[in-house]
């Protein structure tokens, strides 16, 4: 007989399996702030740093709450840099991401993934408990029928 042949859907643990999966998957994708950075068709309305050779002026940092509300940079990841652009000289903010913040990202992500781990790890022992019931009951009942 073929492997699954006769059953409807998923074994069960199977639904909790892909559950499990989409939390996951959710949980990751809500922590990985996505850059979007625009890239304009004019070269008026486009940042200095994208056509020509820059100097930051003050490292990554937070923004503000002022900040946040009031300067685009600020909106993608939560920290900016000021730089200066070598050619035109002019001073604009920057959005970077914070050696911190990708600290703190990397432990999330890693305490999820120890996480999803030990929920697979104790599924993987369930089950095994199950199958060897079921084998030891088959054995018992071949025992008994000689």
């Not at 200095?48 to 940079?73: A, D, G, H, R, Y």
Request: hydrophobic share 40%; charged share 25%; with cysteine.
């Amino acid at each position: 007989m073929l492997a699954g042949a006769g059953r409807l859907g998923l074994p069960r643990g199977g639904h909790l399996c892909w559950l499990l999966c989409a939390f996951t998957l959710k949980l990751c994708e809500a922590e990985a702030p996505v850059l979007e950075e625009k890239l304009s068709v004019s070269s008026s309305t486009s940042p200095c740093w994208l056509m020509e050779e820059f100097v930051v002026t003050e490292e990554c940092t937070p923004c503000s709450n002022f900040q946040i509300k009031t300067t685009p940079e600020c909106s993608s990841t939560g920290y900016v840099e000021k730089i200066t652009c070598s050619s035109s000289k002019r001073n604009e903010f920057k959005s970077c991401r914070s050696a911190l913040m990708e600290q703190h990202l990397f432990w999330k992500f890693e305490g999820t993934m120890v996480g999803v781990a030990l929920v697979f790890a104790c599924l993987v022992i369930i089950r095994q408990r199950q199958l060897d019931r079921k084998a030891l009951e088959k054995v018992r009942k071949q025992i008994e029928s000689i």
